[in-house]
Structure formats: C-alpha cells, structure tokens
C-alpha cells in the first residue's frame, strides 16, 4: 500500500527525521507517537505530498508520490489535519460535499451518485443526523466525525490524519477510533494518524512509530516494540512512569514513607494515587505480583512488599512487611477480599493494632469485628478517601 524508503523530511534542507523506513498495507492502522515538536505533523505532511521529502521515496501501490499528480492522488488519499476549519454560514452537507471535488468539473456540481455517496460518508460516521446542521454549531467531537466523513467521500485507499482526537472529550475520542478501525476492517482503508494517547494508540493500531531525536526509535505491532522503558525514553518521564501492561502513566511517588496501605484487587489504588498527590510516601503489602494495585504501586514507585503470584504469604514477606510496619505512623485497611493466599495481612493489622498504631478501615463494622474481633474499637472506619486525606493525622504529616 504506502511504503518508505530512507525517507528523510523536514523544512527549507534542514532534515526533522531521516532514515524512514514504514509500511501500511490495505487495512491497517500506523500510529505516530513523540513529544510536540518530534516531526510527526511534517512526516504526515511529506507522506501526503504537501511538503518535498528532502532525500528517499514514498511509494503508494508501488509508485512514487512524485510521479501521481495531485488530483490522481486525491482519489487515493485523504487527508485531515489539525487546523481548525472556518465553516461559516456552511452545513455539514456543504462540508462533505467539498470531499467530491477530485470527482466533479470545475464548477463542483455534484451528481445523485455523489450525493448517495455524501449520505453514506455521513451514515458511516454516525452524523447523518447533522447533514442539514451549520459545520460552526457542532461540538468538536461532531465537527471531526464530519472531517472524516469529508475524507471518506473521496473514496479513498489511506487516510492520513494529525492529532484527530486533540480537543475531543474522552466519549468523542473512542467514538472517533472506532469509526477508524471500522473503516480499515470493513472497507481496508489503510490510516495513518499521530495521537499523544497512548493508551489508545496501544490498543487500538495495528503498527506504531515512535519518533525521537530526529528518527523513528522503534517501529513495528505495539505489542513487540513497546515497552515501559521505551515509552519513559520518548517521553522523557522523569518523574512520571508508564505501565505497558495496563496502558497508563503514573505519577512518581519519591516521598518519605510514612503510610503503610495493605490492599489487593484494586483496592489500594485510588488510595495511592491520593496520597502521591499529597505527596507522602507509602508502603504497601502483601501484595500478590499478578494483583492490579501491585501493577499501579510498581510504575508509582512505591516501596512494596509482594508475594509470588497464587501462594500465600510466606514468613520471609510477612517479617519483612512488619519490619516495616514499625515505621509507619498510619496504617490503611482497604477493604480487600481476604482469601487463602492473602488472610495474612489481616495479621498485620491486628500487629499494627497491639502496637497501638492508627488503623484507618474501608470495612463495615460488621465485617471488621469478624476479623479483629475485640481490636475493632480501635479501629476508624472510613467510607471515603477523603476522609483521610483531609484528617487530622494526614496533614500532621504534611
């Protein structure tokens, strides 16, 4: 489909990338991710012959871009960019229509066909229901389903977009990768787009491209390429880190440990990440390592105790957990699902109890008297983060 050859791109000889070697067949979706300024806007830019590469090729079908002219190529690639699009005093049909213009003369009179056609682009997107609606009434979520429903009119066999998602809601977003990765299974309409999501991008494109230092580091299917490091280097995440297997970028927590939560099954991970906030360090443990909060607590930074995924806590993590224990002026019980593997924490609440340490609980009394039995009255039971984020003790640690 579109091919590179030691492409090199950039501005008046000064060379942004070099050395681009990518490929998107029929169907599939290349994602270009870096920082703002890394060259993703002028990579799309030369792929879809708006500015001259500075050295190599791009082929399309396995011809060179340079030798279609512009209006054959308008019939095989479409293009949507990030530049806001006055639309005064035009409907949305008005909008879609201009995507027929490689196929109209030169007074652009559209056909029954292209109107079918504009009806369908519409259809596809799910805005038919916009078509009579001025372009400069709609959200920005509406507004870019209707830019790709211009693009699809054109027919085309790739479209190339910039940073379609920026300004859209999070509802908008997915609805708008959808609509892509519909079009790329249902009509092999390959796309080619840059995102600062990388969650979506992950999840969501066959091949991405990661671009830094004035070339493409890594290129290939997300699940082979991408790692947490990779992702921290791109982005330079000093003081944040990015899990590759949940998608996410977490805020580094470097603090004095002062808290120890125990938690499990995602219990303790609203509490991490309102305490890193506040900017305490945290203990937390026995945690499972095939556990969610152990995930979120190894990307935050934060000082854990874990045990081997399905077997109990041994002694070796219990002493090491108590130890620690020691130094830490609160305790949180998260409310988590005690079973086999884990009743043990139950354990190190009961310590933390004797050793007249505050204990905070997420658990009913009910609950918590079935597991503490008599240490109960000392406990504080609690329904909510914030009400010990904004407790007296907490901010005594401030």
């Known amino acids: 489909m579109l091919k590179t050859n030691n492409l090199s791109v950039g501005y008046n000889n000064k060379v942004v990338i070099s050395n681009i070697n990518v490929e998107v067949k029929n169907g599939e979706i290349l994602c270009l991710l870096g920082s703002n300024g890394a060259g993703k806007t002028t990579l799309l830019r030369s792929l879809s012959k708006l500015i001259s590469p500075i050295k190599g090729e791009i082929y399309l079908n396995g011809v060179n871009i340079n030798c279609i002219s512009r209006k054959a190529l308008s019939k095989k690639m479409a293009l949507v960019l990030t530049n806001r699009l006055l639309g005064d005093l035009m409907t949305v049909q008005d909008i879609v229509n201009i995507g027929r213009y490689p196929y109209t003369g030169f007074f652009g009179n559209l056909s029954k066909k292209d109107l079918i056609m504009v009806d369908e682009a519409l259809e596809s997107v799910d805005a038919l229901h916009l078509k009579k609606r001025y372009f400069d009434e709609l959200s920005d979520g509406e507004k870019q389903k209707v830019l790709v429903a211009r693009a699809l009119v054109q027919e085309p066999e790739i479209i190339i977009l910039d940073e379609p998602t920026t300004h859209l809601d999070i509802k908008h977003r997915l ?70 297997l949940l998608g996410s970028v977490e805020i580094s927590n470097k603090s004095k440990n002062e808290v120890f939560i125990i938690g499990g099954g995602g219990k303790a991970t609203p509490i991490y990440r309102a305490f890193t906030k506040k900017g305490i360090g945290l203990y937390s443990g026995i945690i499972h390592e095939n556990d969610i909060d152990y995930e979120i607590g190894r990307t935050m930074g934060i000082k854990m105790f874990t045990e081997n995924p399905f077997e109990p806590i041994s002694d070796e993590s219990f002493d090491l957990a108590i130890r620690n224990l020691n130094d830490s002026k609160i305790i949180i019980d998260t409310g988590f699902s005690v079973g086999e593997t884990n009743k043990r924490n139950i354990d190190i609440v009961k310590e933390a109890l004797k050793l007249d340490k505050k204990v905070y609980s997420f658990r009913n009394r009910d609950e918590s008297k079935k597991y503490y039995d008599h240490l109960d009255s000392k406990i504080e039971h609690i329904d909510k983060v914030s009400q010990i984020i904004n407790s007296a003790d907490i901010n005594n640690l401030l």
């Open 175 to 244: 609805e708008l990768i959808n609509i892509l990765k519909k079009l790329s299974k249902e009509k092999s309409i390959s796309v080619i787009l840059s995102l600062h999501e990388i969650d979506i991008a992950l999840k969501s494109c066959d091949k991405v491209a990661l671009i830094k230092n004035n070339k493409v580091i890594a290129y290939g299917q997300p699940e082979d390429v991408v790692d947490e490091d990779i992702i921290n280097s791109l982005y330079e995440l000093d003081d944040k880190n990015f899990n590759s």
